[in-house]
C-alpha cells in the first residue's frame, strides 16, 4: 500500500510561488494517479489538480489553470505542485492523495502541508 507525504508549505506573500511535495512509499508513483486537493477553514475540500500514472497528463481545477503545473520525478518517487501568482483565497491545508491506475477513486491521502499567502 503506497504511503504519502506531503511538504513544502508555509507563509508567502501574495504573487509568490510554492512547490509542494508529495513523497510516495511503498508503491512506485507510476502506478498511480496523484491528485492534489485543499480545504480552507470553514469550507468543503476541493479539487486542485491532478496527474496521470504516466506522468504527463495533467489537469487543473479553473482556478488553478495558468498559474500551477504539476510534474513528477519518478527517480524520487514524488509528485510536485508548482503554484504561481498566489491568492490569500489560496489559503488552505494542502493534500495529496494517489488512486491506482485507471481508477479515479482516491484512497490513500498524505497527512497535508499548510499554505498560507498573505495579502
Known amino acids: 500500500q503506497v504511503q504519502l507525504v506531503e511538504s513544502g508549505g508555509g507563509l508567502v506573500q501574495a504573487g509568490g510561488s510554492l512547490r509542494l511535495s508529495c513523497a510516495a512509499s511503498?508503491?512506485?508513483?507510476?502506478?498511480?494517479?496523484i491528485a492534489w486537493f485543499r480545504q480552507a477553514p470553514g469550507k468543503e475540500r476541493e479539487f486542485v489538480g491532478a496527474?496521470?500514472?504516466?506522468?504527463?497528463?495533467?489537469q487543473f481545477a479553473d482556478s488553478m489553470k495558468g498559474r500551477s503545473t504539476i510534474s513528477r520525478d519518478s527517480a524520487k518517487n514524488t509528485v510536485y505542485l508548482h503554484m504561481n501568482s498566489l491568492k490569500p483565497e489560496d489559503t488552505a491545508v494542502y493534500y495529496c492523495?494517489?488512486?491506482?491506475?485507471?481508477?479515479?477513486?482516491?484512497?490513500?491521502w498524505g497527512q497535508g502541508t499548510q499554505v498560507t499567502v498573505s495579502a
Open positions: 496527474i496521470n500514472s504516466n506522468g504527463i497528463s495533467t
Open positions: 492523495a494517489a488512486a491506482s491506475r485507471g481508477s479515479t477513486k482516491y484512497g490513500t
Open positions: 511503498g508503491g512506485l508513483l507510476n502506478n498511480y494517479n
